[in-house]
Nanobody, 126 residues
Framework: VQLQACGGGLVQAGGSLRLSCATSGRSGRIFSNNGLGWFRQTPGNEREFVGG????????RHSESVKGRFTVSRDRSKNTVYLQMDSLKPEDTAVHYCAASRFAYSDSSRSKYAYWGQGTKVTVSS
């Protein structure tokens, strides 16, 4: 069972990045029926919810701190979830993680997620 996140890097404030997370698992499990989410974490702080998407892509949710700037989407044919980040701010600097929910819909609670990717670092300079 794997979630492989990539796309992080260094960007100036006001810039954009798109994170990708490819999902795969044993016995053909590819989380096509699971909600997927993005979280982020800075040193000394808890991992916080950024955004999520339902199993079919029909429902998305985003935290208040990123609403209007970040967008979660998924391509079920590619088994990939994306996080488009626009108008980046220095406070968006963090390691970003993708995760697969135990359920069909995403949730802001970490406890609802059973599988986690390794994280990709995003650094926004001022």
């Amino acid at each position: 069972v794997q979630l492989q996140a990539c796309g992080g890097g260094l960007v100036q404030a006001g810039g954009s990045l798109r994170l990708s997370c490819a999902t795969s698992g044993r016995s053909g499990r590819i989380f096509s029926n699971n909600g997927l989410g993005w979280f982020r974490q800075t040193p000394g702080n808890e991992r916080e919810f950024v955004g999520g998407i339902s199993w079919n892509g029909a429902e998305t949710r985003h935290s208040e701190s990123v609403k209007g700037r970040f967008t979660v989407s998924r391509d079920r044919s590619k088994n990939t979830v994306y996080l488009q980040m626009d108008s980046l701010k220095p406070e968006d600097t963090a390691v970003h993680y993708c995760a697969a929910s135990r359920f069909a819909y995403s949730d802001s609670s970490r406890s609802k997620y059973a599988y986690w990717g390794q994280g990709t670092k995003v650094t926004v300079s001022s």
